[in-house]
């Protein structure tokens, strides 16, 4: 079933003020309601193959794997929907896609990305991810991060070492401590999140929230929230404001009415009632 007339999805990219090229890789599919958003690491041009990779790979498996499922049927020892096995399969083999690509290719060793992965379905959104390009919800005036960073910054708060703002000052932003291709098996993290008419979900590299803050995002979301494509460039323009140091890649999903009230809703009900 179609979801292109339960969502609104604005997407935009930018290589930003100090970067020669974009290594941000963006993906969005109304009609699956699957957005995808890879920020690449590498080498010389390395970055751009791997998110690229990372998309596409994702887009195809995941695409592929939902046509194999009931959609709808929930796994009964993880409790997670068919839709979010398929998403993590799609994510594990663009590991291995980037991974092998890699070996293969002098120029291409070392290369690797994150990834943010969000599929609409059965009244909820499926939310994946490895690394730390991020995916915020602003629900009515409420604001916050769903994701959690795969960073050496989130690793030291994690522990204890460090409160929040000292691991951000003492700690270069882009240490991750996960990422797509890097090793042979990758850790995805999957959650599933019910929607509401109304949400709006961000998902963004760190080109975004390294320049602005998250309250300056969630003014901006607010502002211009019944126009989701001014809402994206206007966050994009502020990264870039504040000095663009890096691709600044941004994909907005709003719910519209009617979402949580589509078929896959009902029988989301049906399953966790039998």
Known sequence: MS????LDIANISDTGRRRPHNEDSTLSDLEQGLVVLADGMGGYKAGEVASAIAVTSSHTDILSGLKKIKPGQTDKVSGLHAESDVVKNAI????????????ADPECQGMGTTIVVALFHSGLVTIAHVGDSRLYRKRANNFEQITKDHSLIQELIDRGLYTSEEAHAKTPK???????????????????????????FLLCSDGLNDMVDDEEIHLTLSKY???????????????????GKDNISVVLIKALEGFNNSEGFVKKLINRFR
């Open 92 to 103: 594990i083999n663009a590991n291995s896609n980037i991974y092998n690509s890699a070996e």
């Open 3 to 6: 979801l292109s007339d339960k």
């Open 225 to 243: 929230s019944v126009n989701l494509a001014e809402a994206a460039h206007a966050l994009v323009d502020l990264a870039n404001a504040k000095g």
């Open 174 to 200: 882009n240490l991750v401590t996960r990422a797509l291709g890097i090793e042979a098996k990758v850790e995805v993290d999957v959650m599933e999140v019910e929607v509401e008419a109304g949400d709006i």
